[in-house]
Every structure is written in structure tokens, then in C-alpha cells.
């Protein structure tokens, strides 16, 4: 199993920003690939933002140019910085580790391992 231990939510204001953090074990932090998914209430979960073994990164349309997505090797954690935020973004935001040496998709199917998440909520 790959423990994921998603922090870093909360509650901000239109355009403000939060960074996300994910703690992964040694072995899932360097051997698999990293991704970023929401869930709002009602709504299927997406993915917005994944980052491979290389460090080939790739972001969903709807959060391109306002989220960065990187990893913090010190700390073997999955970051996502999130600027500019709507209350479209209000959702569960979820870390998710898939292993392959090609970079994934943002499908969900496609992960096999999650975090609990961590709850983000923006006013308007």
C-alpha cells in the first residue's frame, strides 16, 4: 500500500490562495507518479494536475496558470499551490500515486492508491 496523507485546506476568500500539501512514503514519492484530484459535492471527481517520475507535469483546463503542481524531495511530499481561487474550486481536494513509467492521464481509473483529503472551501 502507498499511505498519502493529504494537508493544507481550509476556507479563503475569493483570489486568494492555499498550497496543498501530500506526505508520501519514501517508495511512493520516488517510484510512482503523483497527481491532484477534487471533488465537489454532487460532482464526479477530476483530476487537475499530475507530475511523473521526471517531472513532466500536465493540469486540468480549468485550473491551468493558477495551480502549480511540485514536489518537495527534502520532505518526499506532493505540493499544489493553488493562486487565484474561485468558489468553483470549493471541493475535497485528494492526492493519488499510480505506478508507471509513462506519464499518466488525469483519469481517475487509472490511480491506485489515495489520500483521505483535505476539504477547501472558497467564499465568494
Known amino acids: 500500500q502507498a499511505p498519502l496523507v493529504e494537508s493544507g485546506g481550509g476556507s479563503v476568500q475569493a483570489g486568494g490562495s492555499l498550497r496543498l500539501s501530500c506526505v508520501a512514503s519514501?517508495?511512493?514519492?520516488?517510484?510512482?507518479?503523483l497527481g491532484w484530484f477534487r471533488q465537489a459535492p454532487g460532482e464526479e471527481r477530476e483530476g487537475i494536475a499530475f507530475?511523473?517520475?521526471?517531472?513532466?507535469?500536465n493540469y486540468a483546463e480549468s485550473v491551468k496558470g493558477r495551480f502549480a503542481i511540485s514536489k518537495d524531495d527534502a520532505k518526499n511530499t506532493l505540493l499544489l499551490q493553488m493562486n487565484s481561487l474561485k468558489p468553483e474550486d470549493t471541493a475535497m481536494y485528494y492526492c493519488?500515486?499510480?505506478?508507471?513509467?509513462?506519464?499518466?492521464?488525469?483519469?481517475?481509473?487509472?490511480?491506485?492508491?489515495w489520500g483521505q483529503g483535505t476539504q477547501v472551501t472558497v467564499a465568494s
Open positions: 493519488a500515486a499510480v505506478y508507471k513509467w509513462t506519464p499518466p492521464t488525469l483519469f481517475t481509473y487509472e490511480y491506485d492508491y
Open positions: 519514501a517508495n511512493t514519492y520516488s517510484s510512482y507518479c
Open positions: 507530475i511523473d517520475r521526471d517531472g513532466y507535469v
